[in-house]
């Protein structure tokens, strides 16, 4: 006889403008709550789900499949999925790659992840693009409208949200070969595992530090070169990392950001930054190198940016990339010091490895 269809329980999913769209049950049974936002890479969901940089995020993988080839150990950017909650087309129990471990549902459960599947994605991901980001809820407990509605009223907005010391180590870590001849001093604001891959691949000596390090300590390793990573939440509301990138760029040692770090280095040298209207999440955002004239296919995820304006005016910082979509800032370099920074991705795990030569410059500066 054939297998008996297992009924999925209904799941609601609503959005702070008032829209509401009903699916189906997937992860954990619960409710759960957090920005909205999208992807559009049609792989890596693994490694998108374990980005700290979306922390507090409810996430739409825009991508009709999800889940189709399971999840193994290895396709982990850190130590846990920091997604709040996934909406999806087709959430896939069933999985075909043979390295796999598990389903996705199973992984959901394991990791407490509330999900809703059977939503017109592609619709949803339209509506987000025009309507800009804003707060959800989803449910698989309750459909009693009225009063998610008011538990989403609760939730705070991502602007303003201090959300990277909740990612970050607590406890200082190590990765490379110790005896290499450089070694670089990291802060960790949500690094992804595979930025540390890279330095340690080429030959550092990496020492991992929690976000609110100060500059005395990280200079204790004797580093020839700082790295400020990735991570969520806003920039703005990072006064402590500020200080400290300021304090880093004094010592005049080489300094590399990616994400928010590019960020914080803008922020350090007072230029502002500001809330996207939704955001850029893929792995196909085309970015020009303008200092090479060579175009760079690019993995991306962040809802905040430097403001073009006050970053063209800064008579101290040069623009050196730049996203084709929209003209928005992905890169910049300081004119007096060995610092540089980008928007996006350049480790691309999963995505293209155009933009790789970036970890081969930062240690070659180092060296040099």
């Known amino acids: 006889m054939p297998d008996q269809i297992k009924k999925q329980p209904e799941a609601v999913l609503i959005l702070a403008d008032g829209n509401?769209?009903?699916?189906?049950?997937?992860?954990?049974?619960g409710t759960t709550s957090g920005e909205i936002c999208f992807n559009t890479g049609m792989t890596g969901y693994q490694e998108v789900f374990t980005d700290p940089s979306y922390y507090g995020q409810v996430l739409i993988m825009n991508n009709v499949h999800t889940g189709?080839?399971?999840?193994?150990?290895?396709?982990?950017?850190?130590?846990?999925?920091?997604?709040?909650g996934l909406i999806g087309r087709n959430l896939e129990e069933k999985y075909s790659r043979m390295m796999a471990t598990a389903s996705l549902q199973d992984y959901l459960m394991e990791q407490g992840v509330v999900s809703i599947e059977d939503i017109d994605t592609r619709a949803l991901v339209t509506h987000v693009r025009t309507s800009g980001a804003m707060n959800c809820?989803?449910?698989?407990?309750?459909?009693?409208?009225?009063?998610?509605?008011s538990e989403l009223a609760k939730v705070p907005s991502m602007g303003g949200l201090e959300l990277a010391s909740h990612v970050s180590t607590r406890e200082v870590y190590h990765l490379g070969d110790p005896s290499a001849a450089v070694r670089i001093s990291?802060?960790?604001?949500?690094v992804k595992k595979h930025i540390i891959q890279c330095l340690a691949d080429r030959g550092a000596y990496?020492?991992?530090?929690p976000a609110k390090t100060d500059v005395k300590t990280l200079q204790e390793f004797d580093p020839h070169g700082f790295f400020i990573s990735n991570g969520p939440g806003d920039p703005a509301a990072m006064d402590y990392a500020v200080q400290t990138v300021k304090g880093l760029l004094e010592t005049r040692k080489p300094l590399f950001g990616i994400c928010l770090g590019h960020q914080l280095l803008a922020l350090a040298n007072d230029i502002p930054t500001f809330k996207m209207h939704h955001g850029h999440r893929g792995l196909n955002h085309p970015v020009k190198n303008i200092i090479t004239g060579i175009c760079e296919i690019t993995t991306q995820n962040h809802g905040f940016?430097?403001?073009?304006?006050?970053?063209?005016?800064?008579?101290?910082?040069?623009?050196?990339?730049?996203?084709?979509?929209?003209?928005?800032?992905?890169?910049?370099r300081l004119k007096d010091r060995p610092a540089f920074s980008v928007q996006y991705h350049p480790e691309s795990t999963p995505g293209p490895h155009d933009s790789r030569y970036l970890f081969d410059d930062f240690m070659a500066m180092m060296r040099n």
């Not at 509401?20 to 049974?29: L, Q, S």
């Not at 290895?74 to 999925?81: A, P, R, T």
């Not at 449910?139 to 009063?147: F, G, L, M, R, V």
């Not at 990291?186 to 949500?190: I, P, W």
């Open 186 to 190: 990291v802060l960790d604001y949500g």
């Open 305 to 332: 940016g430097v403001d073009p304006v006050a970053v063209r005016k800064s008579a101290n910082t040069e623009i050196t990339h730049i996203n084709l979509n929209d003209d928005s800032i992905e890169g910049i």
């Open 68 to 84: 189709n080839y399971g999840v193994k150990a290895e396709d982990v950017e850190s130590d846990s999925v920091k997604i709040k």
């Open 206 to 209: 990496v020492r991992v530090h």
């Open 137 to 149: 809820i989803i449910s698989s407990e309750t459909n009693d409208i009225a009063y998610l509605k």
């Open 20 to 29: 509401v769209f009903h699916g189906k049950a997937f992860g954990k049974i």
